[in-house]
Structure formats: structure tokens, C-alpha cells
């Protein structure tokens, strides 16, 4: 374990994420022809859909060995509809190389990154990427880290040349310089002469990062003595690993330079499992526990990701303590049920080694789970314990989808099902009134991918809808009401009278109160009404709109000694509900997204004035590096269809723009009234239909 290290690679789209994982495989001896993200060859990008868009969709999980250690690498999407991927990636790993483009610095997507591996206290090293570029510059590249980020970014580093000039770095820590005299040869030579100066203030600044964590060193340092270069790495790799500094590395993974020192980075600083505290866990009785790192641990496994495969789903495992095997029966502890292990493999992208066991620290996909999903623990019986499990965004756009072929409606709802196990994101309804099925996801971009994997992979044609934004609606003010359902028609009747006071919750789900004294309503019939209200909250009214913010009081009500029943008092609270939303009204929400758009400087008042018709809220105007500037705020996600296009129109084909959920707001009374009746009047016909 003290030689195994599980990294991921992350950044904003199009840093060149992907490019240093391929690279480092060649490296490591793991393929022997770097595949190229440009020309839809490359190996961690093994989706059809990955490689003819050139972007990484989904977590690609590898292992590698370098100068005796076990590396597992997940190379995870840049673009934030796939942000999920993100976030059970950092979940599960110890450490991450964070990529950034030599000439923009940190980018939206970076931040958002960021903020993810901060949630999970991933320890990080920092590398600048594409020094070849034009327009590269590694002081303005540290210092948007620095600034955007709030990181303790220290270089280790520093460039030779810049842009088609770039040639080698200069090692910070043992003061030496490399030249590369092609894509595989490199020469070790002098620290340049007009370099000099740059380097020692660098090393200085490298110097004081490291004695003032250091009492020892730190005499040292102010009394003239100089530091061993073991010293300097022992102090960087504790401050990595108590998350309090990032080294920073630069290079070009396109053109083979600085791969190998990224790789020694990786190793010599970034933590193994043995160097993270205890994982926290906690028992069936919610109190708090710890699992030690230890293959004689109890067993404590984390199911992070289910992929669909031919020959059964993959469930990728991270063990925190003790042993799995192949053939192990183990408990999983949410679903509370007995699960097997069939098959064991350790990835290698798009192939698969099986391997008989895997202990604590190490990451591998089971075959044969049956029922274990994203964020299962998997435990043994006598000891069941959860691991924290993980928050992903709620969907914020949505269209309805049909078979071509009515042949295929059941394969596709299978279809739907193992996505929709695979990616928590996503979302598969059926609308009981109008018999449509309904797929909802991150983003337009998302939805598409789904739409073409069902193409490709599942084989079925599929016809859909325009997009349309995931709002949500709110009781506008509290009210209280009788919801009475009472059937007389020979025979046994139906009976069910609930009294309920709703008002607004500051949670999202149902907030219930169960306020009945005296026996009003028999005790079993109570959750009915409950079940009632919730499912009146999930199906919209007439709008189909789902209800947040609810808090429902059931306070009194009546019963029958003969007629009641669970179906009576549950059709008691969906009516209650409805009566609610007639007496107190509707408050439309909508999606609002933070969106960041990078355009031509030149072009930023066209920019800003097409945000504003759209109803946007600018936060902020930076000028970028050269001709660029950024423009950060928030918009409405309605008002954001078919703006890529727009964009590139108003920009000559240069500006690029990227949205994540932010909020939902209020939506304006003139627009809530639009869409309300659209949808009302869309939902009634499809129920004619």
C-alpha cells in the first residue's frame, strides 16, 4: 500500500487533460502507441461518442507502475455536464494533478474542479500544460491559481522558452535544467545564464514555503545554512498531504516534455492510502466510527460507479479496509441486502485483467452485483457500517422520448434503467396521464450523448422532443384545507377525511409533521397521508411541474370504523394537496446557472447586451491574457437554448461560453403565467391523445 497511489487527472475542458494521461501510458510502458485526442484515438477515451467529439464523457480508470509503484490513474471529463463523473471521482481518490492551459490559467470548469477535490480533501499538485503554446505564460498561469483558487501554488519548477521556444525546465529542487533534444531524447545542461536571477528568486520563494512549516529548517535557513534536497522534498510532500501547499510543474504532454517529472512528482509527493487518516464511517445506529487502512481490517468498500457492459454491469470498488475477494458474499449496507462478488478486474481503460483479490487502498471493478449503485457501501454482516455517500445536482432540463419502432418501447426502458444506474445525473419518468416517457439531465449536451449512446449501444432509433428546462413550482403562501375523500356505493365504501395546515419549507423535500392527538386518525392510516401528499407533490398537479418546499401538518381529521383504509386516507392527502395549490396559488421556479463566457475583448459589449436581453445578472468583467476577456454571471437556463450558436455568430467563431447550476429563483409573474399555461395546456392534450 505505502507503493500504490490512486490520482486523478482534472481540469477544464480542453487543458489537455487527456493528452498527459496518454502520455504518461506510454511512459509507463502500458501502451505502446499514444493515441491522439484530436484524431479520436485516444485510449482512455474508449466511447464512440468520447472519440468522435474529442472530449471526455466518462471516468476512464487505469493502472500504471512507475519506479516500483502501483498507480491507478481516472482520467475524468472537463465539461460540466458531466460533473458527476467529477465528483465519485474525487470521492474515491488520494491525490489528483490538476492540468492548466499555459495561456488562459485557471478557467471556469478549473474552479469548479477545484472546489470538488477541496470537498473531499484531495491533496493536489498543479501542472501547467501547453508551454508550447502561443501565448503561454507560467508567472500569470501560478498566479490565477493563486488568485482564483486561493492555493498555496509553490513552482518547482521553471520553464526554458516559451511558445515555440520552449526547450526544458529548470528543477527547482535539486537546481538542475533539462533540454529536450526531441520527443525522446532529453539532455541534462547548465541553468541558463539569463536565467540566473529568475531562478533564485524562484528557489528562494521555494525555500521560505518550505522552512517556515519546519522549525528546524527554518534555523537553518535564516542562519545561512543550506537545505539538503531531501529535506525540501520530506517538507513538500507533508505540506501536499496536509493540503496546505501545491507544487506546481510545467510542461507540454502534446510534445512529450516534462511527463516524466510530472510522473516523479506524482509519486514523490501526493499520499498513499497509509498516509490519509482512518476512514470515518458510522454504524446502523448513526454513531461514529473509524476503519483503519488494513488489509486485517474489517471489510469497508465504497461502490463509486456502475458502467453498462455486454457481459453484465461493472461496479468499480474502492476498499478502505480489509479484503475482497472473488466469490465473497459482502453486505450492502444501504440497500440492506447480500451481494456477491462474481469477478474481479482491474482496469486497464476499455480492457480488463482479473485479479483474484484486492485489499484496502486499491481500486478495482466487480462483475455480478445485483443491486449495489453509486455511493453503496459494501460491508461485512456482523460489522455493517456506511461510508459518507455523495450529493450529485437535480437535473434541470428534460425532454420526452419514444422507440421509432414500437417493438423496442420495453428494450428501451431497460435501456433507460441501466443508465440511469450508471449515471446518477440522469432521470427516466413516466407521465402515468399521457404514457410519454421522460429523460431528464445536466444539460443539452448530456441529453444528446444519451440519445446517441441508445443508437449505438442498445440499438434503437429514438424520437425526441425539444428540450425543455426542469422548473419547479412552491405553495405561494401557507393555507389550511380538508382533503376528504368519502364513497358511498354498495357494499364496503371508502373514508378518509385528513385536515392539513401546509406551509413553506427551507427544505426541498416534504418537511412532515405529524400533529394528530386524540386518535382523530387511526395511527396506520397517518403514513397514507403522507404517501398521498408526496405523490401529489412529485406529479406536478397540471403542470407536471414537480413541488419543492412543502411543510404539510396533518392536525385532525376523520375516520370510519368500516370504510377506512390506507387507499382512502392516502387519496385524502393527494386531495388535500390539491385543494392547497387552489386556495394558496403557485410560485414558478426556474434554474438559474452560473455561466462564464470567454469572447474576443473587442466583441464584450455585443456579448453583454445579448446576456442582458436574456435576462442575465453580470457578476464580473476580467480582461484576460491578450485579446480575451472573461464575462462571469448568472442566467436564466430558458433563455440559454441555441446560444452556442448565437455566440459563435456575434464573435467570428472565437467566443466559447460554460453553465453549471447555480440556484432556483422566482421566475417572473409574466413568464410564470406563459409557461404555466403551455404546460397545462401540453400536458391536456397529450392526456387526450
Known amino acids: 500500500m505505502r507503493m500504490h497511489r490512486n490520482v486523478g487527472i482534472m481540469a477544464h475542458i480542453d487543458a489537455g487533460k487527456t493528452t498527459v494521461t496518454e502520455r504518461i501510458l506510454k511512459i509507463t510502458g502500458r501502451i505502446h502507441k499514444m493515441g491522439e485526442v484530436h484524431e479520436g484515438a ?7 461518442e468520447e472519440r468522435e467529439r474529442g472530449i471526455t464523457i466518462t471516468a476512464a480508470a487505469v493502472n500504471v507502475e512507475w519506479k516500483d509503484h502501483s498507480i491507478t490513474i481516472i482520467d475524468t471529463p472537463g465539461h460540466v455536464d458531466f460533473t458527476a463523473e467529477v465528483e465519485r471521482s474525487m470521492r474515491v481518490l488520494d491525490g489528483a494533478i490538476c492540468v492548466f492551459d499555459a495561456s488562459e490559467g485557471v478557467e471556469p470548469q478549473s474552479e469548479t474542479v477545484w472546489r470538488q477535490a477541496e470537498r473531499y480533501g484531495v491533496p493536489r ?41 520552449f526547450q526544458g525546465m529548470v528543477d527547482l529542487v535539486d537546481m538542475t535544467a533539462v533540454h529536450y533534444e526531441s520527443l525522446e ?121 456502475t458502467i453498462h457492459d ?10 478502505y479496509s480489509g479484503r475482497l475477494e472473488r466469490g465473497d458474499q459482502v453486505w450492502n449496507s444501504r440497500k440492506q441486502k447480500i451481494e456477491r462478488i462474481g469477478r474481479l478486474m482491474v482496469m486497464k481503460a476499455d480492457t480488463k485483467e482479473p485479479v483474484d483479490s484486492i485489499g484496502a487502498g486499491q481500486i478495482a471493478a466487480a462483475l455480478g452485483l445485483k443491486e449495489a449503485t453509486t455511493g453503496d457501501t459494501l460491508c461485512t454482516r456482523d460489522a455493517p457500517v456506511h461510508l459518507e455517500s455523495m450529493d450529485f445536482p437535480d437535473a434541470v432540463i428534460s425532454m420526452a422520448i419514444e422507440p421509432k419502432s414500437r417493438g423496442d418501447r420495453d428494450k428501451l426502458g431497460e435501456a433507460l434503467g441501466a ?15 399521457t404514457n410519454e416517457t421522460v429523460i431528464a439531465g445536466m444539460g443539452e449536451l448530456h441529453l444528446e450523448v444519451i440519445v446517441n449512446r441508445l443508437k449505438s449501444e442498445f440499438k434503437i432509433e429514438c424520437e425526441t422532443g425539444a428540450p425543455r ?13 380538508e382533503g376528504k375523500h368519502v364513497k358511498q356505493s354498495g357494499g364496503s365504501g371508502q373514508f378518509g377525511i385528513s ?68 387507499m382512502a386516507f392516502q387519496e385524502s392527502g393527494r386531495v388535500a394537496f390539491k385543494e392547497a395549490v387552489a386556495k394558496a396559488g403557485i410560485t414558478l421556479l426556474e434554474p438559474i446557472m452560473k455561466i462564464s463566457v470567454q469572447t474576443p475583448s473587442d466583441h464584450v459589449g455585443d456579448v453583454i447586451g445579448s446576456l442582458n436581453a436574456r435576462r442575465a445578472m453580470i457578476d464580473s468583467i476580467e480582461e484576460g491574457k491578450g485579446s480575451f476577456s472573461m464575462i462571469q454571471g448568472r442566467v436564466p437556463l430558458s433563455e440559454m437554448f441555441n446560444y452556442a450558436t448565437h455566440l459563435r455568430s456575434m464573435t467570428a ?18 413568464i410564470a403565467k406563459e409557461v404555466l399555461e403551455e404546460a397545462r395546456a401540453a400536458k391536456e392534450a397529450k392526456r387526450k391523445k
Not at 428546462?469 to 384545507?481: E, F, H, I, N, S
Open 42 to 48: 485516444a485510449t482512455m477515451d474508449y466511447l464512440e
Open 125 to 165: 499538485l498543479c501542472f501547467i500544460n501547453k508551454m508550447d503554446k502561443p501565448g503561454a505564460d507560467f508567472a500569470m498561469a501560478v498566479r490565477s491559481v493563486k488568485e482564483k483558487l486561493g492555493a498555496n501554488a509553490v513552482p518547482v519548477q521553471l520553464p526554458i522558452g516559451y511558445g515555440q521556444d
Open 185 to 305: 531524447v532529453t539532455k541534462d545542461i547548465p541553468i541558463p545564464d539569463d536565467m540566473k536571477d529568475e531562478v533564485e528568486a524562484a528557489r528562494t520563494a521555494l525555500i521560505e514555503a518550505v522552512a517556515e512549516r519546519d522549525e528546524a529548517l527554518l534555523e537553518k535557513y535564516l542562519g545561512g545554512e543550506e537545505i539538503a534536497v531531501d529535506d525540501i522534498r520530506r517538507i513538500i510532500r507533508e505540506g501536499v498531504i496536509a493540503n496546505e501547499l501545491q507544487p506546481v510543474f510545467c510542461g507540454s504532454a502534446l510534445r512529450d516534455k516534462g511527463i516524466q517529472r510530472i510522473c516523479d512528482g506524482l509519486v514523490a509527493y501526493l499520499p498513499s492510502p497509509l498516509d490519509l487518516p482512518p476512514t470515518q464511517v458510522t454504524d446502523d445506529d448513526g454513531n461514529e466510527t473509524t476503519r483503519e487502512v488494513s488489509d486485517d481490517a474489517p471489510l469497508t468498500a465504497l461502490a463509486f460507479k
Open 310 to 319: 455486454r457481459t453484465g454491469d461493472l461496479t468499480f470498488i474502492r476498499v
Open 419 to 433: 443508465i440511469m444506474r450508471e449515471d446518477p445525473t440522469f432521470r427516466a419518468m413516466s407521465d402515468e396521464e
Open 469 to 481: 428546462v426542469a422548473y419547479r413550482q412552491r405553495l405561494k403562501k401557507p393555507v389550511d384545507v
Open 499 to 566: 385536515r392539513v395546515r401546509f406551509d413553506i419549507s427551507e427544505q426541498e423535500e416534504l418537511e412532515w409533521v405529524d400533529a394528530i392527538v386524540g386518535g382523530a386518525i387511526p395511527r396506520e392510516y397517518i403514513p397514507a397521508v403522507r404517501k398521498g401528499i408526496e405523490a401529489a407533490t412529485v406529479l406536478g398537479g397540471d403542470t407536471g411541474f414537480p413541488f419543492v418546499q412543502v411543510k404539510a401538518e396533518l392536525y385532525d381529521g376523520k375516520s370510519h370504523s368500516v370504510d377506512s383504509s390506507e
Open 653 to 670: 467563431g472565437r467566443g466559447t461560453y460554460s453553465m453549471e447550476p447555480s440556484s432556483y429563483d422566482p421566475c417572473p409573474d409574466s
